[in-house]
């Protein structure tokens, strides 16, 4: 196999581990830069002429596979628990309105005429 591609896959597996750190410690300003080079390594490796199931085993081998599943469910789990803290916000913006529409009420009855 290509050492080139091998250099590659080493540089592509190293940057997804680095995205999951980076999703852990929820530094999201970092992840296009991340994510981005890893686009443009697949990109690299598709000019290759290589043999499909030499390739297979060096992903095999480097644990891509495996790295990209936890990258995948880590993404999964910080998009959940930023959905939830969205719906924590609506929920106390929808309370407050309510509260406040509720005052405006009874300070109108509180009014003399």
């Known amino acids: 196999m290509n050492n080139k591609i091998e250099e590659l896959l080493i ?7 680095k995205l999951i750190e ?6 999201i300003e970092s992840l296009d830069k991340g994510l981005q080079r890893k ?3 697949q990109k690299e490796i598709d000019n290759f002429d290589f043999d499909k199931n030499e390739f297979i085993e ?18 999964i789990i910080k998009r959940n628990e930023a959905k939830n803290e969205l719906d924590k916000i609506n929920k106390i913006k929808k309370m407050q ?6 005052s405006m009420k009874v300070n109108f ?3 003399k005429i």
Do not use: H
């Open 58 to 75: 060096l992903i095999k081998k480097l644990e891509i596979e495996a790295i990209d599943n936890s990258l995948y469910e880590t993404t």
């Open 97 to 102: 309105n309510n509260y406040n529409n509720a």
């Open 11 to 17: 540089e592509y597996k190293n940057i997804s581990l």
């Open 39 to 41: 686009g443009d390594i």
């Open 22 to 27: 980076d999703l852990s410690n929820d530094k």
């Open 109 to 111: 009855f509180n009014t």
